[in-house]
């Protein structure tokens, strides 16, 4: 339904769409609803019914009449019936459409006697001769007999519908029927709806006057006008109808003038209409009206005497003419088609006259366009928007030459700084125009485009516009059917080249604009040719600065869009393009340069940098790396550019060597691009590049007898390049190749080039490395690789390097948490720096977050950063020593009391820290990396690695295999055979090694708390020991310890742990061999520490759980599990061995010692055991005493009795009160001691010598002041002397203290009483009751032992010399012996005994096991080792004054 989008000139159609809608139907007589039918057909005004016009359904037969559908006693039926009606135009104004009303029966007999109970009808044409409006009709509905119903002259006369009885004045009065001639007017209603489809049948009544304009010429001016108000819609279905009308008007009235403008106007409103967005689509149609329909040949001259009075007076009729502009296009067109037709007829009558008419309207434009009326100013924009669209028109019908000179007058004549917009848009359509492709035109076009784009670029006016109108006329210049082009070229080169150029500089790359202007540039370049190149050179004539000035700036500007490309990466077409162009373009430069300035008075040294920069950006920029794209992509680029990187690199090259002496001014500038350009993937070029260096090298050295500071940079720049993802193994070698073959053809760089080849090429390797794991996961790997590089940049001495790589391994490290580690390598950028005013060089602030102007300033901001990362690392220690060099300055240099006080305050909790804060054990790992699969690095190496806090072996094995997903665990730690090594698989070797401790000198021979020396157990460290049983001989069933040998490895790392690194390779290896007997020795010397620490722990912990106890001395005593020293009797107290081995016999004395002293630290065992055990287990204690009972009979039979003297240390009052304050400490804040962090490594891991469980870990003292043995020796006789005076003094008390000591196994020495000084005593809890006399209940004395009873040598338990010294002074293994075994010799007693190892002797009990952790005791020093372990008295101590914790106290009935 409806018309198509556009109706053609010559299309028909004449269809009405006529739709039943509704009814209401009166039942009249019946007792229900009619069944009301519909019949609808078509009768002409004589009663004649029309055959066949009537179509139901597209596609249908026409039918002479159509029925509704019947609903079955409905009041109000609602049909919605749509059908059409299509009758000859010349009968519509005959004809109407009549409705028939009928009821229908149910019952067929009945059905035949119904008749037509009424009637409607609607004429199609109506009484002003327009067509039946579209829209609903409410019809009138006639009642009458049936007969006169079909009757249609009775009829027609009436009204049709509702409005029409309005109209003519019936207006139904009251409740009568009305009647109307013969009819009725009935009470039902019945509506319609219609749409007339008609290209013949109008609706409105204004355009049926113009179209029928002949029949009342008098209202021809009215119905023009009223054209004008017709709905546009109406007038484009009569499109053509109309245009025949207005020009027939026209050509009918050629003598007058009196309906010109009207028509003209009318003819600009219908264009108007088209140029509607709303009508567009009609434009095709009426091009077809004026290509084939229209025929007024005389038009174009009425038209333009019009169009030209308007320009003429365009301040009066500037409505007028402005919407003459608009229509302008189309109105030139029905000038020049009636021009056209007029020749056809007259051949060529009246041309010059036309000819004419058109200069002189053209003269009336431009001088409307240089008018200063402020009235004209839309019209004169309007007139350059629409003046080009006629030229493709005007052309046909006139010299296109002549045409552009007007055109060219038209543009001159906008008046200076306004318009500019339309102005450039209005060449951009004269560009498109046909005009611009004749050559000719172009010829006088040209020149004025090029000028007003200069002045407006430079003005940077309306860069959008001007853009667009350099891009076209580009894109005609570099058409093939345009004619010839070079000179044309050659006017926009030499005005606009450098002007775009500019343009392009000056704008930002976020300007929507600059890849419009690249490619006009680019388009520029593209179609110059040789001779445009040299005459563009020759266009600045002999200022040579302009020259300069003008490869200046294209340099720059080309190493900019090649730095940063304007396009995206993927526009590859785009971008190689551009890149072919930019090629060619430098190729021509640089032969500008090569010709004007090269010699020696005109070299441009700035001229040639920005040249060779600039080859190399192009040469290295991301677009031409042909690798990076997929290989179909690569082949297509090659086969049509080649490889552009190769032809611009061998340029590079040829200029480089064009040079001559004036090279050194490159160097050392050019090393970086070079270097950047020699390391592009591409065989050939590398092969051409490369020789560049040595040619570099050879002329410094030409110059300075050396070539240090191309050595220098290439070193420099190598690393960002490599870290920037260039170079590769095939280029190392390469250079090594080529370089090695250069110098060594040299007289005298043979030797320095090979030594600089070298250097460069270990750096690669590192390099490489690091590149290759610089994206790896593995943080570890990535540290190594960097500590490769720093170090050896240190060896090289490239400070700025080094500090760089420093900064980065630090970041790593604090990725990690690695804090410590972080301190150390920052530590070394701060050994780099002096205390001092110096200013500090660029490349030592090399982060953003150090302000400061001295390297004093940078120093100490390194030290507290530094100082933090330790506290952070729990590494106080060294906290401590950056804080006193920090602290110095601060008082004595700097005098800033205010960080000096913040920094002793930080300092002084350090101290505190370390006493105080548990700080966890990390174990140490050996590892080994096995076959050629590893990264060179690691590659066939040993490594120590630093466990992570609480971190086992497992799980330190299992992150090492993750990092190595594809490596094999090796299942022996016994060094790999060669075959493996050279394997190309990866094989790790990993076991746990234990720390050798170097204590600093100045805690040697001195009493240290336990707390300071276990940071030296774990730290500075860089020796370890791994021991491993070896059986030699065949095994003795009877006893496996007769040929168990302990082999143990020593490893020295390359420095100490912690370190830059947590963990380091291993430089040297010694393995030595301990024979069975002295692991006999050992384990025995550890089986007594292990009771000793046990018994130890309960007595400072009475709530200790007893069950580890009963283990222990289970596996001592009982026979039953017992293999301890029974299997070492068996093996080494033979007369055999004796015999075997006699240099063994001292050896096997101590052994035999160890296992006597055995049995006094058994026994306060069991009598601990006895005091704690439950009832339950009252049985078990009975048979360990047993056990005991016969185990001490048998042991002291044979080997002698020993027995532990009491406790005391006459040298304790002379302790320094600091060192007492740290040990009475209110329990809440005690710091730990020896035994109490022993006390419970046997609960939660077996005290241990390492990984192995066979090396030696004797007791270390605590606190004890010592002399050496031979003053002791002189020192007893004046002892003795002061002993006597004391015991005179307490004799009594002494005498009770003697009987009471006599009832327990221990031997009783004599004893001096040290009265303590008042100020020590409350800061200090009381001693062990065992140990205090009172008197007269005032004072007390401390019981020291005194030489009562000398003691034979078995005394003393003997020395075990031990393979690790764990010492803390640097005895020799002489004095070991001597100071061992001496007393036995010279039947004097030993000195005193050492104090307990545990706070016990102060009572100050361990309260929670939490605040304790598993270590072992470091051993005491070697001249203390012939003393046993000393056990604490029976009685624990009472609790410390003003303690707040309930302490619990085990009566033993000893002393009360």
């Known amino acids: 339904m409806g018309f198509p989008e556009i109706i053609m000139p010559g299309d028909v159609r004449n269809d009405i769409y006529v739709t039943l809608v509704q009814g209401d139907f009166d039942k009249g007589s019946k007792t229900t609803p009619k069944n009301v039918e519909v019949t609808m057909s078509v009768y002409d005004e004589d009663g004649k019914r029309l055959e066949n016009v009537i179509f139901p359904g597209a596609g249908d037969e026409g039918i002479s009449e159509y029925k509704s559908v019947i609903y079955y006693q409905v009041k109000q039926p609602r ?14 104004n005959r004809s109407h459409l009549r409705f028939t009303f009928k009821h229908r029966s149910s019952q067929d007999y009945k059905d035949k006697s119904e008749k037509i109970f009424a009637l409607s009808f609607v004429k199609l044409m109506r009484y002003d001769g327009t067509t039946l409006r579209d829209g609903e009709h409410d019809l009138i509905v006639y009642k009458a007999e049936a007969k006169k119903l079909e009757d249609s002259s009775l009829y027609l006369n009436l009204p049709a519908t509702k409005l029409e009885m309005e109209e003519k004045g019936h207006f139904p009065t009251g409740k009568s029927t009305p009647t109307l001639g013969n009819c009725t007017i009935s009470k039902d209603s019945f509506q319609i709806a219609t749409l007339v489809c008609s290209t013949k049948l109008t609706q409105n009544v204004d355009l049926l006057g113009l179209l029928k304009w002949r029949s009342n010429t008098s209202l021809l001016q009215q119905n023009l006008r009223q054209l004008m108000k017709v709905d546009g819609g109406e007038v484009v279905k009569f499109l053509q109808d109309t245009l025949d009308a207005l020009f027939n008007i026209m050509m009918e009235n050629s003598d007058s003038e009196t309906f010109d403008t009207l028509v003209f106007d009318a003819l600009v409103f ?60 189309y109105i030139f067109k029905f000038i020049v088609r009636s021009r056209v037709l007029f020749n056809q007829l007259y051949e060529n009558k009246g041309e010059a006259d036309f000819m004419e008419s058109l200069r002189n309207l053209f003269t009336s434009f431009s001088t409307m366009m240089n008018s200063d009326a402020e009235t004209t100013s839309m019209v004169k924009g309007a007139a350059l928007k629409y003046v080009p669209t006629i030229v493709n028109d005007v052309k046909l019908v006139f010299d296109p030459k002549e045409l552009s000179k007007l055109f060219t007058e038209f543009i001159l004549k906008v008046p200076p700084g306004r318009l500019v917009k339309q102005k450039l848009y209005c060449m951009i359509d004269i560009v498109h125009s046909d005009l611009f492709t004749q050559h000719d035109c172009r010829e006088i076009l040209l020149p004025l485009m090029t000028d007003q784009l200069k002045f407006h670029l430079e003005q940077h006016e309306e860069l959008d516009a ?38 392009v500089i000056s704008l930002g790359r976020d300007s929507f604009l600059i890849g419009s202007f690249v490619a006009s540039m680019t388009a520029t370049l593209r179609q110059m040719d040789d001779y445009h190149y040299t005459h563009l050179i020759n266009t600045f004539g002999k200022m040579r600065t302009d020259v300069v000035d003008f490869l200046m700036e294209t340099f720059i500007m080309f190493k900019d869009l090649i730095g940063k490309n304007v396009y995206p990466a993927d526009w590859v077409i785009m971008n190689t393009m551009q890149n072919k162009v930019f090629l060619r373009a430098i190729n021509q430069y640089a032969a500008v340069l090569n010709k004007k300035f090269l010699d020696q008075t005109s070299f441009e040294l700035q001229l040639w940098n920005n040249y060779f920069h600039l080859a190399v950006a192009f040469l290295t920029q991301e677009s031409l790396q042909l690798e990076n794209f997929s290989s179909d992509k690569r082949a297509k680029i090659f086969h049509k550019y080649q490889d552009m990187r190769r032809q611009i690199g061998f340029e590079i090259r040829d200029m480089w060597y064009n040079l001559g002496p004036h090279k050194i001014k490159f160097i050392p500038e050019m090393v970086g691009p070079i270097l950047e350009m020699t390391l592009v993937p591409e065989i050939e070029l590398r092969k051409a590049t490369i020789p560049i260096f040595f040619d570099m090298m050879q002329c410094e050295f030409h110059f300075t007898r050396s070539f240090q500071r191309f050595e220098n940079e290439i070193i420099t720049k190598l690393d960002h390049e490599v870290e920037g993802g260039r170079g590769d193994e095939q280029y190392k070698i390469l250079f090594q190749k080529i370089l090695l073959e250069h110098c060594r053809k040299h007289k005298y760089l043979a030797k320095s080039g090979e030594n600089f080849v070298s250097l460069v090429v270990r750096l690669l390797e590192r390099l490489l490395d690091y590149r290759t794991i610089m994206h790896d996961e593995n943080k570890e790997n990535r540290m190594s690789c960097t500590v490769n590089v720093l170090n050896f940049y240190k060896e090289i001495e490239r400070e700025e390097m080094y500090i760089r790589y420093l900064y980065k391994l630090c970041d790593l490290h604090k990725e990690c948490d690695n804090y410590t580690e972080a301190a150390y390598t920052l530590l070394l950028h701060a050994k780099l720096l002096k205390w001092s005013e110096e200013a500090c060089a660029a490349h030592l602030t090399q982060r953003d977050g150090y302000q400061a102007t001295t390297q004093g300033q940078l120093k100490d901001q390194l030290y507290q950063e530094i100082i933090n990362y330790f506290d952070k690392g729990k590494m106080w220690e060294e906290a401590i020593i950056l804080g006193k060099e920090l602290a110095e300055q601060y008082e004595n240099e700097m005098f800033d009391f205010e960080q000096l006080s913040a920094l002793l305050r930080k300092q002084a909790q350090f101290y505190e820290n370390i006493v105080k804060v548990i700080r966890p054990k990390p174990d140490y790992f050996a590892v080994g990396y096995y076959g050629l699969g590893f990264p060179s690095f690691l590659r066939n190496k040993m490594f120590i690695y630093r466990g992570k806090e609480y971190e086992r072996r497992e799980d330190f094995e299992a992150r090492l295999l993750t990092q190595f997903p594809n490596a094999e665990k090796m299942k022996t730690t016994t060094a790999p055979s060669e075959d493996l090594r050279l394997s190309s698989g990866q094989y790790i070797q990993c076991f746990t090694v234990k720390p050798i401790l170097e204590l600093p000198p100045k805690f040697q021979n001195k009493p240290v708390p336990e707390q300071i020396v276990s940071f030296y157990t774990i730290n500075e460290v860089n020796k370890f020991q791994y021991s491993r049983p070896v059986r030699k001989g065949e095994k003795d069933p009877d006893n496996e310890f007769s040929n168990m040998w302990i082999e143990r490895t020593t490893y020295v790392t390359a420095y100490k742990l912690p370190g830059i690194l947590r963990w380091f390779e291993v430089l040297s290896m010694s393995t030595e061999e301990i024979s069975p007997l002295e692991n006999a020795m050992e384990t025995m010397q550890l089986t007594n520490e292990k009771i000793n620490n046990m018994v130890q722990r309960h007595l400072n912990d009475p709530n200790l759980p007893i069950n580890p106890l009963s283990m222990l001395l289970n596996g001592i005593v009982d026979p039953a599990v017992m293999g301890g020293f029974t299997n070492y009797e068996k093996a080494f107290f033979t007369d055999k061995y004796i015999q075997e081995h006699p240099e063994d016999q001292e050896k096997i004395d101590k052994l035999k010692d160890l296992i006597a002293w055995q049995i006094p630290y058994l026994a306060e065992g069991v009598r601990i055991h006895g005091e704690k055990v439950t009832e339950a287990l009252r049985p078990f204690h009975e048979r360990l005493e047993a056990c005991f009972k016969q185990l001490k009979e048998k042991v002291e039979k044979q080997y002698g ?21 740290s040990f009475t400490m209110p329990s809440s804040q005690r710091p730990l001691s020896v035994a109490s962090v022993t006390s419970i490594s046997s609960d939660t891991s077996p005290s241990r010598p390492g990984s192995d469980g066979f090396a030696l870990e004797p007791l270390l003292p605590k606190k004890q002041h010592f002399k050496s043995q031979d003053k002791l020796d002189r020192d007893e006789p004046e002892k003795d002397k002061k002993e006597k005076k004391k015991e005179k003094r307490n004799s009594k008390h002494q005498e009770i203290f003697d009987k009471e000591l006599k009832t327990t196994d221990i031997p009783m020495q004599p004893t001096e009483a040290v009265i303590l000084s008042e100020t020590i005593s409350p800061l200090r809890p009381q001693r062990p009751k065992s140990q205090v006399i009172n008197l007269a209940g005032e004072k007390r004395l401390s019981v020291s032992p005194g030489p009562t009873v000398p003691q034979t040598a078995s005394s003393a338990p003997p020395p075990i010399t031990p393979r690790v010294k764990l010492s803390f002074s640097m005895l020799s293994s002489s004095n070991l012996e001597l100071n061992g075994m001496g007393y036995g010799d010279k039947g004097e007693i030993p000195p005193p005994l050492p104090i307990k190892s545990s706070m016990g002797d102060y009572g100050n009990l361990m309260d929670s096991q939490e605040l304790a952790s598993p270590t072992t005791p470091p051993p005491p020093p070697p001249h203390q080792r012939h003393m046993p372990p000393p056990l604490p008295s029976k009685t624990p101590p009472p609790p410390p004054p003003k303690t707040t914790r309930k302490q619990a106290s085990i009566d033993s009935g000893i002393v009360q």
Request: charged share 25%; hydrophobic share 40%; with cysteine.
């Open 79 to 92: 049909w919605f019936e749509t059908i059409k009606v299509a009758i000859p135009i010349e009968d519509v």
């Open 270 to 329: 219908i264009i108007g209409l088209i140029a509607d967005r709303k009508f567009h689509h009609f434009n095709p149609v009426l091009e077809t009206y004026i290509r084939k329909h229209f025929s007024a040949t005389l038009a174009y001259t009425k038209l333009t005497k019009v169009l030209k009075n308007y320009v003429d007076h365009a301040e009066k009729l500037t409505d007028q003419l402005l919407k003459a502009m608009k229509a302008l296009e």
């Open 466 to 503: 001007c853009c667009q109108l350099l891009s076209n006329i580009l894109e005609v210049l570099y058409r093939s059917d345009v004619g010839p082009t070079q000179w044309h070229v050659q006017i926009i080169m030499e005005k606009l080249l450098r002007t775009v150029n500019r343009t």
């Open 1201 to 1221: 009795v020993r027995a532990l003297p009491p406790m005391a240390d006459e040298r304790r009052g002379s302790r320094p009160r600091s060192m007492v304050r």
